[in-house]
């Protein structure tokens, strides 16, 4: 940024600094690598000819340092290009909260312009004292068909409203991440299942899911899932799925149909007889596992005869010596 500034003084022979002299194309390059959009805007003041090169610029990224919701919305409106390649959103400020309609906004300006990548990142806010006390906002999000990485961490008052469509709303999405909001269980099995042909990798976590989920997907290779809700059931059939992540769910039961497992962290509760691995093999390649009995064997350990890599995580409660001793 600096050595951007420092062309408004240093001329050369004819009155023209040498960056002001090359092509709108590679201004437009120089700028995208600055990797801030505020920085980009910044260098409008250098002089007639940088004044609106920034709002070409493909990649529009606001980090949690400089940026804020009012810069955002000014950084959207004076842009021109007809597409972009990222929407980086990463805000930290709590005196700053965003609401649901302006984060929705930000999805609306994004969609159209057929971004590969897009990040919102927004600050946590301060639950009530009382659960009842929760209002939830509803977030609409909007058809996203070309891009390949779609990544949410909201707030916990946000709902979560996915599109509703029968053709594939997210055709090329690879990774999808969700984080810290709620959402519909059977919108978001009906998303993953029916119209994210593409997906590689989906990783819930800090989600409030109203419902039970069931996720059926072919192209799935990654899932992690930290998901909360009453009583919640579910049910993954995924035949490419390598490697699967379960933390803070302690579902009532589970139903998992891989094939191709070989990597397992499971840090809840697990109950043979209602979490049940189905076509699985014998062996994986690493298994971790946190165990809430320190007295006794975890019982994901007899689901499988060989582990090549295994982590195990004990949580030791104080107790007494003569529970141990009745333990024992």
Not at 126 to 155: G, I, M, S, Y
């Given at each position: 940024?600096?050595?951007?500034?420092?062309?408004?003084?240093?001329?050369?022979?004819?009155?023209?600094?040498?960056?002001?002299?090359?092509?709108?194309?590679?201004?437009?390059?120089?700028?995208?690598?600055?990797?801030?959009?505020?920085?980009?805007?910044?260098?409008?003041?250098?002089?007639?000819?940088?004044?609106?090169?920034?709002?070409?610029?493909?990649?529009?990224?606001?980090?949690?340092?400089?940026?804020?919701?009012?810069?955002?919305?000014?950084?959207?409106?004076?842009?021109?290009?007809?597409?972009?390649?990222?929407?980086?959103?990463?805000?930290?400020?709590?005196?700053?909260?965003?609401?649901?309609?302006?984060?929705?906004?930000?999805?609306?300006?994004?969609?159209?312009?057929?971004?590969?990548?897009?990040?919102?990142?927004?600050?946590?806010?301060?639950?009530?004292?009382?659960?009842?006390?929760?209002?939830?906002?509803?977030?609409?999000?909007?058809?996203?068909?070309?891009t390949e990485f779609l990544n949410v961490n909201l707030v916990y008052d946000f709902r979560l409203r996915l599109p509703v469509a029968e053709a594939s709303v997210f055709e090329n999405l690879r990774v999808l991440c969700i984080s810290r909001c709620?959402?519909?269980?059977?919108?978001?099995?009906?998303?993953?299942?029916?119209?994210?042909?593409?997906?590689?990798?989906?990783?819930?976590?800090?989600?409030?899911?109203?419902?039970?989920?069931?996720?059926?997907?072919?192209?799935?290779?990654?899932?992690?899932?930290?998901?909360?809700?009453?009583?919640?059931?579910?049910?993954?059939?995924?035949?490419?799925?390598?490697?699967?992540?379960?933390?803070?769910?302690?579902?009532?039961?589970?139903r998992i149909t891989a094939p191709k497992l070989t990597e397992v962290e499971w840090d809840d509760v697990y109950d043979p007889?209602?979490?049940?691995?189905?076509?699985?093999?014998?062996?994986?390649?690493?298994?971790?596992?946190?165990?809430?009995?320190?007295?006794?064997?975890?019982?994901?350990?007899?689901?499988?005869?060989?582990?090549?890599?295994?982590?195990?995580?004990?949580?030791?409660?104080?107790?007494?010596?003569?529970?141990?001793?009745?333990?024992?």
């Amino acid at each position: 940024m600096q050595t951007l500034m420092a062309t408004k003084s240093s001329r050369v022979a004819g009155g023209q600094d040498r960056i002001s002299g090359l092509s709108d194309e590679l201004l437009e390059t120089i700028l995208n690598r600055l990797h801030s959009a505020a920085d980009a805007a910044r260098t409008s003041v250098l002089s007639r000819r940088w004044r609106s090169v920034w709002t070409r610029i493909p990649d529009l990224i606001f980090l949690n340092d400089v940026a804020s919701p009012d810069a955002v919305d000014a950084a959207m409106a004076a842009h021109s290009a007809p597409a972009i390649d990222r929407l980086a959103v990463a805000l930290a400020d709590m005196s700053r909260p965003v609401s649901a309609a302006r984060a929705a906004a930000w999805l609306r300006f994004a969609a159209p312009r057929t971004p590969r990548e897009v990040h919102l990142v927004l600050p946590p806010k301060q639950p009530p004292a009382r659960e009842e006390d929760v209002v939830f906002e509803d977030l609409e999000v909007p058809l996203f068909p070309t891009t390949e990485f779609l990544n949410v961490n909201l707030v916990y008052d946000f709902r979560l409203r996915l599109p509703v469509a029968e053709a594939s709303v997210f055709e090329n999405l690879r990774v999808l991440c969700i984080s810290r909001c709620a959402a519909s269980g059977a919108d978001l099995s009906r998303v993953v299942s029916t119209q994210c042909p593409s997906l590689l990798s989906l990783d819930l976590s800090l989600l409030d899911a109203d419902g039970d989920l069931s996720f059926r997907s072919d192209t799935l290779e990654r899932l992690s899932l930290g998901v909360v809700g009453d009583n919640l059931r579910l049910e993954v059939t995924a035949p490419s799925l390598e490697w699967l992540q379960v933390h803070g769910c302690n579902p009532a039961e589970a139903r998992i149909t891989a094939p191709k497992l070989t990597e397992v962290e499971w840090d809840d509760v697990y109950d043979p007889a209602l979490h049940i691995f189905h076509g699985t093999g014998r062996r994986l390649h690493r298994l971790a596992v946190t165990q809430w009995v320190w007295y006794q064997v975890p019982p994901l350990l007899q689901r499988f005869d060989v582990v090549d890599e295994l982590s195990l995580h004990l949580l030791v409660l104080p107790v007494s010596l003569s529970l141990v001793d009745r333990a024992l």
